[in-house]
């Protein structure tokens, strides 16, 4: 893995697909928010936080907003 590939914690680009189709997160200490998460799904990726339980709810809603 480049790393153009990789995604960054601290600030994603919406061009991550150009390198890959899908991509999966986890944020297993807390470091990002809920507007971050919310842009990922976006993006089409897969989000899991430990200890995150409102994770789905946030992935609901992006869906709803389609």
């Given amino acids: 893995m480049t790393s153009n590939s990789a995604l960054s914690l601290y ?7 150009k390198i890959t189709p899908l991509a999966i997160v986890i944020d297993c200490f807390g470091i990002l928010n809920d507007e ?7 993006l089409g990726c897969e989000v899991k ?3 995150r339980g409102h994770v789905k709810k946030i992935k609901d809603q992006v869906k709803a907003e389609k």
């Fill in 49 to 51: 936080g430990l200890g």
């Fill in 11 to 17: 600030g994603f680009e919406d061009n991550i697909f």
């Fill in 36 to 42: 971050k998460i919310k842009r990922y799904f976006e």
